[in-house]
């Protein structure tokens, strides 16, 4: 646990959990809508499954989001070799507030909890990102 990297793969792996959810929420919905999956060609076709099954899949395309931007800092870090433990603080509490960010967002979704949650996961990726840039200073 003392490398950057893990908590890298750490989020791949919650990402992927997150994939086999959508799944197992979006093709009962589909089912029972009685959609079939060669109409789901366009975003917005699917907007009729119930708001169980969308939000997972919601959940799924955030990830695809932002994370992008901490793997790419995380490899930069890793790269210049600026590696710390405050990075690696500040990348598991990226990792842990997302996997938290899932859990509301695909059970209770409250988005009032979601956006303070996604908030601080934004403040510990600009911190590590804010740390690298002022290191080239």
Do not use: C
């Not at 646990?1 to 929420?25: C, D, E, G, K, R």
């Not at 009962?28 to 939000?55: C, E, F, N, V, Y």
């Not at 994370?67 to 790419?72: D, E, K, L, Q």
């Amino acid at each position: 646990m003392h490398s950057l990297l893990t908590p890298v793969l750490a989020l791949i792996v919650w990402t992927l959990i997150i994939w086999v959810w959508m799944y197992a929420t979006r093709i009962p919905a589909m089912q029972a809508a009685k959609i079939d999956p060669a109409t789901a060609k366009h975003p917005g076709s699917l907007d009729g499954l119930p708001s169980r099954a969308r939000a997972v899949a919601d959940n799924y395309n955030h990830l695809m989001e932002q994370p992008t931007i901490f793997y790419a800092v995380v490899f930069y870090i890793v790269l210049a070799g600026h590696t710390d433990q405050l990075h690696i603080y500040l990348a598991w509490a990226y990792v842990g507030l997302r996997v938290v960010h899932s859990l509301v967002q695909n059970t209770v979704n409250a988005v009032p909890v979601r956006f303070t949650i996604f908030s601080l996961s934004t403040i510990a990726l600009a911190a590590m990102a804010v740390r690298e840039a002022v290191a080239l200073l």
